[in-house]
């Protein structure tokens, strides 16, 4: 069974930046795909990011240009650079990673962009 934590969340002024991270534990070349979602208050969850062990990354139209999804398999460590970060970017975070039989998600981490 493997545990996914996502860590690197806070406060942040707009135009700032953060870097969000989602450690395994265990390894990570078990996921093809790995994902990055965020849940706002009364919204419903979207899809941020996401990376296959191939390297290939998409993003959300949103998100573009702004964010970084990467992934560090010695490490089994996923990461997401938020820059230029906006108030409608505060959410919560999640990371999921899509096994052979089962896709996994962390607790999520918290979002928040306000001056």
């Known amino acids: 069974q493997v545990q996914l934590v996502e860590s690197g969340g806070g406060l942040v002024q707009p135009g700032g930046s953060l870097r969000l991270s989602c450690a395994a534990s265990?390894?990570?070349?078990?996921?093809?795909?790995m994902r990055w979602y965020r849940q706002a208050p009364g919204k419903e969850r979207e899809l941020v990011a996401t990376i296959l062990i191939s390297g290939y990354t998409d993003y959300a139209d949103s998100m573009k240009g702004r964010f970084t999804i990467s992934r560090d398999n010695a490490k089994n460590t996923m990461y997401l650079q938020m820059n230029s970060l906006r108030p409608e970017d505060t959410a919560v975070y999640y990371c999921d990673a899509v096994g052979p039989r089962k896709t996994y998600w962390g607790p999520g981490t918290q979002v928040t962009v306000s001056s």
């Open positions: 265990g390894s990570i070349l078990n996921f093809n795909t």
